[in-house]
Nanobody, 117 residues
Framework: VQLQASGGGVVQAGGSLRLACTAS??????????FAWYRQGPGMEREFVAD???RYADSVDGRFDFLRFSDENTVYLQMNKLRPEDTAVYYC??????????????WGQGTQVTVSS
């Protein structure tokens, strides 16, 4: 199972970005039970950002939206009103079921978001 995160970049404070995360499994059967977004800022520990139950970290609540459309294997993180302190590597994680391993947690490779002041 692979989780591919994309959409990071450099944006000015107050701007917006939309990250995407897509799960795949090289043609094997799988089902995503849940997705979540995390981030790790410079010199900081990885922290929770948002999940598919629309739970949000206090620091992003009201500015970020966890989005999911018709493709059940892709989710998005819409980030609005970005602040310099949102600068981090953003990771998606997923709890994914496969016939061989059952339900397992997986992590994507991360995508860099840099917010300039």
């Amino acid at each position: 199972v692979q989780l591919q995160a994309s959409g990071g970049g450099v944006v000015q404070a107050g701007g917006s970005l939309r990250l995407a995360c897509t799960a795949s499994a090289s043609g094997k059967r799988f089902k995503v039970n849940s997705f979540a977004w995390y981030r790790q800022g410079p010199g900081m520990e990885r922290e929770f950002v948002a999940d598919g139950r629309h739970r949000y970290a206090d620091s992003v609540d009201g500015r970020f939206d966890f989005l999911r459309f018709s493709d059940e294997n892709t989710v998005y993180l819409q980030m609005n009103k970005l602040r310099p302190e949102d600068t981090a590597v953003y990771y998606c994680s997923g709890n994914v079921w496969t016939p061989a391993e059952g339900s397992t947690d997986y992590w994507g490779q991360g995508t860099q978001v840099t917010v300039s002041s």
